[in-house]
């Protein structure tokens, strides 16, 4: 069996540190931005199905973590 990542965080063009966490549960993605790390509140949810069909919607991940974020989530929108 595959360990899928469920937490992310990377440095958007602009200096920010945007991350996001993947609630496997209930099938959403938690946004969180200008953070050291993930451990606030999120500022947005998206669900799994929005962001496999329209993207990301509140940040912009390098493409090596899009790639993860889209794994993770179709793993989990498969069963």
């Known amino acids: 069996m595959t360990t899928l990542n469920t937490a992310w965080m990377w440095k958007q063009d602009d200096g920010e540190i945007w991350g996001l966490t993947v609630d496997m549960e209930k099938q959403r993605v938690e946004w969180f931005d200008g953070i050291g790390c993930a451990c606030g509140d999120s500022f947005a949810i998206q ?10 919607r509140y940040g912009e991940p390098p493409p090596d973590v899009l790639s993860e974020i889209q794994t993770t989530l179709k793993a989990i929108t498969a069963t």
């Open 47 to 56: 669900t799994a199905a929005d962001f496999l069909a329209k993207g990301p």
